[in-house]
């Protein structure tokens, strides 16, 4: 059994998660924002537990993964999910928007592993899976921020890669294509079907497919694979 650590897992993906660690019998905990009735709803469907805080302020998100320490005794998988999306010209995009972006999807994440990463490399131990997207790799019009937070999720996972690897912990990236959440259910229909034709496999991808690929590079079997990206996208981004 594992002790496992997600963050954005109320919803989507995160939520898919969730149920995946928690079925093959991890100890589970997720932070979430905002979507309280379904984090707590999660919490008792799959028996994990839950914390509140917004992880793009680093005092929250390091008293997050301190309290996520305590109540699991230590994190031996963090899976940095949490993010949020824009559609938006990028003249448009304010500097707040911007901050935002970057502090959401990039920041959190290097606050969440800099916060965990002293108990993983006392036990010499630690598998570190970010979430990121194949616009990281390929870039989105009218998605500049989100596009290069994305991005800056490669170069993280490449350099934490190389700086924990000798302490016997992996960092990979998984990145998702166009998949069948929340988010994504507000396109239009033509949106929708357009971005399935740009995809080799003909649709959308699933939660659980992410999840899948997220819980191999947390397994033993990936053992030896460090500071990759892998592609959950249908063959979109090839």
């Not at 993964?65 to 995009?93: R, Y």
């Not at 616009?135 to 009218?142: D, M, N, P, R, T």
């Not at 690897?165 to 990979?172: D, E, K």
Request: a negative charge; aromatic letters at 6%; hydrophobic letters at 45%.
């Amino acid at each position: 059994m594992k002790r496992v650590l997600i963050s954005g897992g109320a919803r989507g993906i995160g939520c898919a998660l969730v149920e995946y660690f928690c079925a093959r019998g991890d100890e589970v905990v997720f932070i979430y924002r905002q979507s309280e009735a379904a984090a707590e709803e999660l919490c008792e469907r799959t028996g994990a537990r839950a914390i509140r805080a917004d992880l793009s302020d680093a005092a929250q998100a390091s008293r997050a993964a301190k309290d996520a320490e305590a109540m699991l005794g230590g994190v031996d998988i963090l899976i940095n999910n949490a993010g949020m999306a824009q559609i938006k010209l990028f003249t448009e995009v304010s500097d707040e928007e911007w901050r935002r972006m970057i502090d959401t999807n990039l920041s959190a994440a290097f606050y969440l592993a800099r916060a965990l990463a002293s108990g993983m490399i006392n036990r010499q131990h630690g598998r570190i899976i970010n979430v990121g997207s194949m616009w990281g790799k390929v870039g989105a019009s009218c998605e500049v921020h989100y596009s290069a937070s994305k991005a800056g999720l490669r170069g993280l996972t490449m350099a934490l890669a190389k700086e924990l690897g000798p302490s016997g912990i992996t960092v990979n990236c998984v990145e998702p294509g166009v998949i069948e959440t929340d988010m994504n259910a507000a396109l239009d229909a033509k949106t929708r079907e357009e971005l399935c034709d740009a995809t080799p496999l003909c649709r959308m991808g699933k939660p659980e497919e992410v999840a899948a690929a997220v819980g191999f590079l947390a397994s033993d079997e990936a053992a030896f694979i460090t500071g990759q990206m892998l592609g959950v996208d249908g063959g979109f981004a090839i």
